[in-house]
T-cell receptor, first 113, second 113 residues
Framework: DGGITQSPKYLFRKEGQNVTLSCEQNLNHDAMYWYRQDPGQGLRLIYYSHIVNDFQKGDIAEGYSVSREKKESFPLTVTSAQKNPTAFYLC????????????FGEGSRLTVL | QQQVKQSPQSLIVQKGGISIINCAYENTAFDYFPWYQQFPGKGPALLIAIRPDVSEKKEGRFTISFNKSAKQFSLHIMDSQPGDSATYFCAASREGSARQLTFGSGTQLTVLP
């Protein structure tokens, strides 16, 4: 079945460590996005990419990094520079061009101990 | 100007009742207004969407009402069911800016049996 796979589902990290969240899609979508979800704040855009080897900062990119070496993959690294990394992270994708449905993965919950 | 304001933050409705969630926006360049539904521990999924050239769109028990002059849109859930209990997000996007979706802060709906 086509969809978006995020891993791990749960992740615990000590302060000062970098962690990488995986996002893979087999929907043949050009555009991929990373959102952060905190209670009462909706979804905030971290990074997005519309084409391989190109990506743009979203509203809250500080302390995060991404890569887009393959169309199917868009991993997110939460670096030690991110001051408050505990959150629910959502990866999404859609076809480029025009408004269209955004398909989400099931999310990764990161907890910093 | 990018903000989408959503209310109420939480809503409790009896089974069979009507649930109403409201959103307001400032940016008149927005031209696509989707609603997403999210169950606990899952990613959001598209519920229904509207373009500003129509004032209402209905899909089953779900209706979007759109008021372009007031820059407001709302989701109505008729005959609400316990299975509708979820968090609902309104969103908006415009041409350019990679068609990023700007999300409201979410409404947690509880439908009592």
């Amino acid at each position: 079945d086509g969809g978006i796979t995020q891993s791990p589902k749960y992740l615990f990290r000590k302060e000062g460590q970098n962690v990488t969240l995986s996002c893979e899609q087999n929907l043949n979508h050009d555009a991929m996005y990373w959102y952060r979800q905190d209670p009462g704040q909706g979804l905030r855009l971290i990074y997005y990419s519309h084409i391989v080897n190109d990506f743009q900062k979203g509203d809250i990119a500080e302390g995060y990094s991404v890569s887009r070496e393959k169309k199917e993959s868009f991993p997110l690294t939460v670096t030690s520079a991110q001051k408050n990394p505990t959150a629910f992270y959502l990866c999404a994708s859609r076809h480029s061009g025009g408004p269209g449905e955004l398909f989400f993965g099931e999310g990764s919950r990161l907890t910093v101990l | 100007q990018q903000q989408v304001k959503q209310s109420p933050q939480s809503l409790i409705v009896q089974k069979g009742g009507i649930s109403i969630i409201n959103c307001a926006y400032e940016n008149t360049a927005f031209d696509y207004f989707p609603w997403y539904q999210q169950f606990p521990g899952k990613g959001p999924a598209l519920l229904i969407a509207i373009r500003p050239d129509v004032s209402e769109k209905k899909e089953g028990r779900f209706t979007i009402s759109f008021n372009k002059s007031a820059k407001q849109f709302s989701l109505h859930i008729m005959d609400s069911q316990p299975g509708d209990s979820a968090t609902y997000f309104c969103a908006a996007s415009r041409e350019g800016s990679a068609r990023q979706l700007t999300f409201g802060s979410g409404t947690q709906l509880t439908v009592l049996p």
